[in-house]
Nanobody, 115 residues
Framework: QVQLVESGGGLVQAGGSLRLSCAAS????????MGWYRQAPGKQRELVAT???????NYADSVKGRFTISRDNAKNTVYLQMNSLKPDDTAVYYC?????????WGQGTQVTVSS
C-alpha cells in the first residue's frame, strides 16, 4: 500500500508560481506511475500531469509549457512546479500513485490563484 501526503498549496497572484510536493510511503514507490490531478468547484477531477518510473511525462493541454512534473526516487517524492499561474488553475490538487490493479490518492492541497 502507498500513502501520499501533499504539501505546497496556497494563495498566489496570477502570474505567480507554486511548487507542490507529494511524499509517498512504501518501498514500491518506484514502480508506480505518479500523477497530479485537480478538481475545481462544481467540476470533475481532471488530469494535470503524470510521470512514469522512467521519467516519461505527460501533461494536460491547459498546463503545457507552464507546469513541470518531476520525481525524486531517492526521496520518494513527486513535484509539480507551476509557473505563470492563472485564476483558472484554482482547484484542489491531488497526488495519485497507480499501477495495474492499484490506485492511491492523497488528501489534496488547495491552490488559489487571484486575479
Amino acid at each position: 500500500q502507498v500513502q501520499l501526503v501533499e504539501s505546497g498549496g496556497g494563495l498566489v497572484q496570477a502570474g505567480g508560481s507554486l511548487r507542490l510536493s507529494c511524499a509517498a510511503s512504501g518501498n514500491t514507490y518506484r514502480t508506480y506511475i505518479m500523477g497530479w490531478y485537480r478538481q475545481a468547484p462544481g467540476k470533475q477531477r481532471e488530469l494535470v500531469a503524470t510521470i512514469t518510473s522512467g521519467d516519461t511525462s505527460n501533461y494536460a493541454d491547459s498546463v503545457k509549457g507552464r507546469f513541470t512534473i518531476s520525481r525524486d526516487n531517492a526521496k520518494n517524492t513527486v513535484y509539480l512546479q507551476m509557473n505563470s499561474l492563472k485564476p483558472d488553475d484554482t482547484a484542489v490538487y491531488y497526488c495519485n500513485a497507480r499501477r495495474i490493479g492499484f490506485s492511491y490518492w492523497g488528501q489534496g492541497t488547495q491552490v488559489t490563484v487571484s486575479s
